[in-house]
């Protein structure tokens, strides 16, 4: 089975820019969420979707931070413009539906300079 | 804001040596899930217990449930050096199963 995939593995910008993550859950996973981590903090959720249709975004700041699920497959990830307290790891998960053990992709770091 | 908080923040021991860390979380939960990080690397999702279960095993993993203090253990037996990591707990306590992490338990297995 693949496992949730990725990309870009690291991204630098500069403060105002913008910049998309892509995420590609496992295969038949109807659940996706979006995690920011922190250097030295636990995941903290950003998104989740279940299919296409958002389920929780509470903690998303939406002034900067869009994210969609077409088709309830992939999704992408986008911060429009970015601060430097962006800086973190931004993490992708999947799991069968919502409730039971999620599956991690490896992340994409971003740096703000 | 983070529910659960891990103990110690950082555990160093020797291979074939016990490491325990412990969850202590504030709110009523629906499970608890258990998870270990490389650096470097995405999550992997170690063990989950139900509000309903007190103990749960899965290979060398322990892990207990006390519903009545709000807390929870993971006991990694015979530690190995590949168990380096960091091993976050995250509680599942609302209506959508939104997963709330602690800081996590930085351990450190010396061969």
């Known amino acids: 089975e693949a496992g949730v995939a990725q990309s870009p593995r690291y991204k630098i910008i500069e403060k105002r820019q913008s910049v998309a993550f892509w995420c590609n859950p496992i295969s038949g996973h109807a659940t996706l969420y979006w995690y920011q981590q922190i250097l030295g903090q636990g995941p903290k959720l950003l998104i989740q979707f279940q299919n296409n249709g958002v389920v929780d975004d509470s903690q998303l700041p939406k002034d900067r931070f869009s994210a969609e699920r077409l088709k309830g497959v992939d999704s992408t990830l986008k911060i429009q413009p970015a601060k430097l307290e962006d800086s973190a790891v931004y993490l992708c998960?999947?799991?069968?539906?919502?409730?039971?053990?999620?599956?991690f992709g490896d992340g994409t770091r971003l740096s703000i300079l | 804001s983070q529910q659960g908080e891990e103990d110690p923040q950082a555990l160093s021991i020797q291979e074939g040596e016990n490491a325990t860390m412990n969850c202590s979380y504030k709110t009523s939960i629906n499970n608890l899930q258990w998870y270990r990080q490389n650096s470097g690397r995405g999550l992997v999702h170690l063990i989950l217990i139900r509000s309903n279960e007190r103990e749960k095993h899965s290979g060398r993993l322990r892990v207990t449930l006390d519903t009545s203090k709000k807390s929870s253990s993971l006991l990694i037996t015979a530690s190995r050096a590949a168990d380096t990591a960091s091993y976050f707990c995250?509680?599942?306590?609302?209506?959508?199963?939104?997963?709330?992490f602690g800081k996590g338990t930085l351990l450190t297995v010396n061969p």
């Open positions: 995250a509680t599942d306590g609302g209506s959508n199963y939104k997963l709330t």
């Open positions: 998960a999947s799991s069968p539906d919502s409730g039971g053990a999620q599956h």
